[in-house]
């Protein structure tokens, strides 16, 4: 591949300068936009003839104002009319070996390996640097300088074999720079007065500003790549920067797009029903990220989620609505400006979380309640609470239910317990409860109803007022009618001639003519009535009903 430079316009301090992989001298030439003029040849420094004097070689210089046919394969310099010179390399096409990189930078004191890579197995290559051969390693394919000076730095030359064939060579400039104080970013260089020289697309006194797009480049980002994109464009500045590829790409002749790396990728805050996901990413020299999207899909189901640029800025989303107890796999896309993309794929699995309520809860006549389970369960339901109120029927009845009373269960069924006798049951509801917690009740608007059951003991009568020989009277209390309505109340008059008092459970009733003519009958119902009477009078001006 030829790999060259093409001039936008000299600056007065650094020539700027774009390159494009061309096929020949002519097409570097013309793409000065210069008139034709007479070609300037000069021989650079450190050009260097063979040992063998059979095969010398030229290094030529082409200056900023030439426009001619040179196609041969060699080291060109331009030089502006400051003085700023840079240098570029046009190859072969067809060579047998590459260069590994242009150039490379050394402080002085490093150990430095120079390498080459082979295209046909049967290479020996020879290296020189200023006409002197140099032992290569043992595979011919680098040479390692130890503890580097500036008689180091050159222009090494690198032919196949030791026929040192015009056109077969690769070059590869080493720049060996002094210790430096300034601390240049985004892969800036200082050079011998501690300023910082730019990668193309980065500007600002540390290179800490990119452009706004990726194929800008200059002081102030006023040049751009011809065709949008600075794919397959070589920049060579002065030393001590050399030779580099355009933001986003590298390789030998800036055709590879650098990688965008998408990386610790962690979801945290989990629970039954959402997740935080964080991630970092590099995005090479500085380059936006323009295309972004975020999967998440169990077996069921699949989401896309469409991040903000809060997202984006944050590195983090916070993803809801899951489901629980659900294996989930997360696959986050990013992508630059120079159409890089990465895809990365992590897993994680949501927590046990409070189930939804019950279905289907039903009451039947027997106070028999039965439902069934959540339709979300999430997670292994360990029991469920039902909770039920009472309250009492009929003309007693205040309204108001007595405060819930509330069982745990581990079934699909409930019967009321140690039910009384005339009692309305409602207020009926069921929740069901996961280790994470109880989740919301369903309740039922159905009741149920308990039987009649007899009265409950009354008080006994309380004798009031004078007693005659014919009639007496007494007090009563109303007895309790939670065991339904009392339907009839009587005053039973007992003959206690002998002075025991028969146990009320155990007296007959019998009416007072049965009692007047049954001699073993000793006692009889003196007064009955349904509507409950507080004050009785019992006597032969009283009859019974």
């Not at 700023?84 to 060579?95: D, G, K, L, P, Q």
């Not at 720049?175 to 007065?193: A, R």
């Not at 189930?355 to 009451?363: C, E, R």
């Not at 005053?491 to 459970?505: E, L, Q, T």
């Amino acid at each position: 591949t030829t790999t060259t430079t093409t001039t936008e316009e000299p600056t007065t301090t650094t020539l700027l300068t774009t390159s494009q992989t061309i096929s020949t001298a002519t097409e570097l030439l013309s793409s000065t936009g210069e008139t034709d003029e007479a070609t300037t040849l000069s021989t650079l420094s450190g050009g260097f003839s063979t040992n063998q004097d059979t095969v010398s070689r030229r290094k030529r210089a082409v200056s900023t104002d030439c426009d001619s046919d040179v196609d041969d394969t060699g080291v060109y310099q331009c030089t502006d009319d400051t003085d700023t010179s840079v240098y570029t390399f046009i190859f072969n096409e067809t060579a047998d070996i590459f260069p590994t990189a242009l150039t490379v930078r050394a402080t002085e004191g490093d150990d430095v390996t120079l390498s080459v890579d082979k295209l046909d197995l049967d290479v020996d290559p020879q290296w020189y640097i200023n006409d002197t051969f140099i032992q290569s390693d043992s595979d011919g394919l680098s040479i390692t300088l130890d503890t580097v000076t500036q008689s180091d730095a050159g222009i090494y030359v690198i032919y196949p074999d030791d026929s040192l064939e015009d056109g077969t060579e690769v070059y590869i400039k080493l720049i060996v720079m002094p210790d430096s104080s300034c601390n240049c970013e985004n892969e800036g260089v200082c050079d011998s007065d501690d300023n910082c020289i730019c990668k193309p697309g980065f500007n600002g006194t540390t290179c800490q500003t990119a452009c706004d797009n990726y194929n800008e480049f200059g002081e102030s980002c006023e040049y751009s790549c011809a065709g949008g994109s600075c794919q397959g464009y070589v920049f060579c500045l002065e030393d001590p920067y050399g030779c580099s590829c355009g933001r986003g790409y590298e390789g030998l002749d800036c055709t590879e797009v650098k990688a965008l790396t998408l990386y610790n990728i962690t979801v945290t805050d989990i629970s039954g029903s959402s997740a935080t996901v964080s991630w970092e990413y590099y995005s090479p020299d500085l380059l936006k990220i323009t295309g972004y999207s975020l999967i998440y899909s169990s077996e069921d189901t699949g989401n896309t989620y469409v991040p903000t640029d809060e997202d984006l800025e944050s590195n983090e989303v916070t993803l809801t609505s899951l489901s629980a107890v659900t294996d989930y796999i997360i696959t986050l896309t990013l992508s630059n400006s120079v159409a890089n993309s990465i895809v990365e794929d992590t897993t994680f699995s949501t927590l046990t979380d409070t189930p939804s309520a019950p279905q289907n809860v039903k009451l039947n006549d027997t106070c028999e309640m039965s439902w069934d389970e959540p339709a979300q369960t999430n997670g292994n339901i360990t029991n469920y609470t039902v909770c039920y109120s009472s309250s009492r029927p009929g003309y007693s009845y205040t309204g108001a239910a007595d405060e819930p009373l509330c069982y745990t269960v581990t079934s699909q069924t409930f019967t009321v317990p140690d039910q009384t006798a005339n009692m309305i049951y409602l207020e009926f509801s069921v929740a069901a409860s996961t280790t994470a917690g109880t989740g919301p009740a369903q309740s039922t608007n159905d009741t149920c109803q308990t039987d009649y059951d007899v009265p409950d003991t009354v008080s006994s009568p309380t004798q009031t007022g004078k007693v005659t020989d014919s009639s007496f009277t007494v007090s009563l209390t109303e007895p309790s009618q939670d065991n339904g309505p009392v339907s009839c109340y009587m005053v039973i008059v007992v003959d206690v001639g002998d002075g025991n008092i028969s146990d009320p459970d155990d007296i007959e009733l019998y009416s007072y003519d049965e009692y007047n003519s049954v001699s073993s009958i000793n006692s009889y119902a003196a007064v009955a009535f349904s509507n409950f009477r507080t004050n009785v009078t019992v006597g032969d001006d009283e009859s019974s009903s």
